[in-house]
């Protein structure tokens, strides 16, 4: 019954990479934008990218040219390659329904339960 599922999270060492996946159902992929967040201990949850239907993408200052946001139509999952991470990367992240409105990502408030991604010095 979960619209949203995420996988791929770990442990993985300062500069190396790391994919995550978000799998939707087939209705809820067709239907809306989906974005990557982020909240570390302590900190606000913060939009990481987001990829609307058409495939048009945007990002957070901190991971352009690090991190990519793609869909793949025959799985209905959104995936987020990670490279070059760092420490700062650490948090849990999470899969969220929303939409594109004049090139910003709005949140619908459907949410994944999240995966855990950890980087080590």
């Known amino acids: 019954q979960l619209l949203l599922e995420e996988s791929g999270g770990g442990l993985v060492q300062s500069g190396g990479s790391l994919t995550l996946s978000c799998a939707a159902t087939r209705s809820a992929f067709n239907t809306y934008a989906i974005a990557w967040y982020r909240q570390a201990p302590g900190k606000e949850r913060e939009l990481v990218a987001a990829r609307d239907t058409s495939g048009a993408t945007n990002y957070a200052d901190s991971v352009k040219g690090r991190f990519t946001i793609s869909g793949d139509n025959a799985k209905n999952t959104v995936s987020l390659q990670m490279n070059s991470l760092t420490v700062e990367d650490t948090a849990m992240y999470y899969c969220?329904?929303?939409?594109?409105?004049?090139?910003?990502?709005?949140?619908?408030?459907?949410w994944g339960q999240g995966t855990q991604v950890t980087v080590s010095s």
């Open positions: 969220n329904l929303g939409i594109f409105f004049r090139g910003n990502y709005q949140t619908g408030g459907t």
